[in-house]
């Protein structure tokens, strides 16, 4: 027997059903248009929803200064706009072709000035249904930003919030997912782009398990140079090959009684792949250079932004390691399919930046040094129109570059963000034409940087024995693109990546020797040089 979502009004504007629908009363679909504030002078109002139950029904939403009330999701008590900017005429929002249309929004009398992702409504704008799914940004009076999108209704209480972030469907599905395994002792593999937080989720996953009491031990693959990637998962008997003077103890050993969370799991070499499907299928891993295998009590928790499907067709990863892995797996959103939770991140990215000056109070309502002007709605609506291709990570980022660049001003200085939301080919393409300390290689044999690939510019650096101004010629971009791209890329290690104990042991091995170090451990020789030196190991 099938059944129907019961009328969202029951779901404490949570968008998670909890009750039933009176009897007689016409169901609504699983997947409702809402508001949710994105941006309000009050920085408390942030996430507030409203569910537009009456436009689904047929009928119409008045949003005015004074109602319809807003409600954070997984609370009873709500409130208004309450704003001085927004009118007390209500704007209308109305159902434009019923169940899967488009929504009408007309300003009537109202005299508020509103804006639909950054245009303005003299009367009437028709948002589509394909918008209305991306999510659609309302500033209205300068002051207020709100999205129109939809939401999808979800049976069942709300999860714990682990230490997440956010109020999303999406969002919350990922916290079910963290509760319905968390206390489980099968391996879990993160899967989603770059900069969603999948970090966040295995240390949330291992601080509700038995095992929380044990060591979370985290481990960049694609920052471990190939070569050292046996040695350094499995530990190494000491004379296990040249210039091995000391027995290393391995990320599995240290990880012994708790969880050990393997990161960019697409970028194990071959033979490291061997090596972890045997420790996930005996619970057995072998040192290198031991002559006998050593039982451990280690809980695996991976994570990837790379189509594992589409590297076993190549042959570059193995099917039964994917299958070892998945013994449940989470996927994480990216930031534009729970554009509803921007709101809720920048508040609370500014709040840590300000905290971290010394000037927290700005976005305390509290605190005399408060002030709802701070924060304009002009840089939140254009924060929320933006796709972020890095995610979270690149939000977090955004957010400290503004705070820092605002130090010490009546207001967030929003003159930077265009620069800081500009896409990377023309980031690429503004580096490579402005200061460069060497010229760039010009003529028809210039290339764009955005024409050169990761696995290109990993295959010219190892040319060039890592060589940076070598590779840069090899390739024909410039020094500073080279720089750019290697620090986007998942596949090239960075020095600052690299784990203290790695570079000293490599010093020892190497006997100081920057050339066969730089080539050993796939890094940039004069990045290298500087951290050697902060070490003080030369």
């Known amino acids: 027997m099938s059944s129907m979502p019961p009328d969202a009004s029951t779901a404490g504007e ?17 997947v409702l248009p809402a508001l949710t ?5 009050d920085p408390r109002r942030i996430g507030d929803r409203l569910l537009l139950n009456e436009i689904v029904r047929g009928g119409e939403t008045r949003v005015s200064r004074n109602a319809p009330d807003l409600v954070c999701p997984g609370r009873h008590a709500g409130g208004p706009l309450a704003d001085r900017h ?18 009408q929004i007309s300003t009537g009398e109202s005299g508020t000035s509103v804006e639909v992702d ?11 249904a394909a918008e209305l799914d991306r999510g659609v940004v309302l500033e209205l009076g300068g002051a207020v930003v709100l999205l129109l999108h939809r939401v999808a209704v979800l049976s069942g209480p709300q999860p714990p919030r682990y230490g997440l972030v956010g109020e999303s469907p999406a969002l919350l599905l990922v916290r079910q997912d963290v509760g319905r395994v968390a206390d489980l002792e099968v391996p879990v593999l993160l899967r989603g782009e770059t900069g969603t937080g999948k970090d966040l989720v295995a240390r949330a996953i291992h601080e509700h398990s038995a ?8 481990v960049n693959l694609a920052a471990i140079p190939p070569s050292l990637s046996a040695s350094q998962l499995f530990g190494a008997v000491k004379g296990a090959f040249t210039g091995s003077v000391a027995s290393q103890e391995g990320f599995f050993r240290r990880a012994h009684g708790g969880t050990l969370f393997l990161d960019e799991i697409g970028e194990a ?17 072998q040192p290198v250079g031991s002559p006998a295998p050593m039982r451990l009590d280690v809980r695996i928790i991976a994570a990837t932004d790379a189509d594992l499907e589409a590297r076993i067709r190549t042959g570059d990863f193995r099917s039964p390691l994917l299958h070892r892995l998945s013994g449940f797996e989470i996927r994480m959103p990216a930031l534009r399919e729970r554009r509803d939770d921007i709101g809720r991140l920048l508040i609370h990215f500014l709040r840590h930046e300000l905290a971290r000056l010394g000037e927290g109070g700005r976005l305390d309502p509290d605190s005399p040094a408060f002030d709802p002007r701070w924060l304009p709605a002009a840089v ?19 957010a400290r570059q503004l705070v820092i660049g605002s130090r010490g001003l009546a207001a967030l200085d929003s003159s930077r963000l265009e620069r800081l939301l500009v896409d990377a080919s023309l980031l690429d393409s503004s580096v490579s034409q402005s200061a460069a300390p060497t010229p760039a290689p010009s003529g028809p044999d210039r290339r764009r940087p955005s024409e050169v690939s990761e696995d290109e510019a990993l295959e010219a650096l190892r040319a060039s024995r890592w060589d940076i101004k070598a590779a840069a010629e090899r390739l024909r971009i410039s020094r500073p693109s080279l720089y750019n791209l290697m620090e986007t890329s998942s596949k090239i290690h960075k020095v600052s990546d690299l784990d203290t104990g790695v570079v000293v ?13 730089a080539e050993r451990l796939e890094v940039s020789k004069r990045a290298l040089g500087r951290r050697v030196r902060e070490l003080k190991l030369a």
């Open 37 to 41: 504030l994105l941006g309000h002078p």
């Open 505 to 517: 042991r490599c010093h020892q091995e190497c006997k100081g020797d920057l050339d066969a170090m």
């Open 380 to 398: 939140v609506a254009r924060l929320a129109r933006y796709d972020w291709p890095g995610n979270v990570r690149q939000l977090r980022n955004v």
């Open 269 to 285: 070499p071959p033979e490291v792949q061997v090596l972890l499907l045997r420790a996930l299928e005996t619970g057995e891993i």
């Open 14 to 30: 949570s968008g998670i059903v909890t009750g039933t629908r009176a009897r007689g009363e016409r169901a609504l679909p699983a």
């Open 86 to 103: 927004v009118s007390r005429t209500p704007i209308l929002l109305r159902g434009e072709g019923g169940r899967g249309g488009g929504i």
């Open 211 to 218: 095992r929380k009491s044990s060591l979370f031990v985290a």
């Open 118 to 128: 950054g245009v303005p409504v003299a009367r009437e704008l028709t948002v589509s």
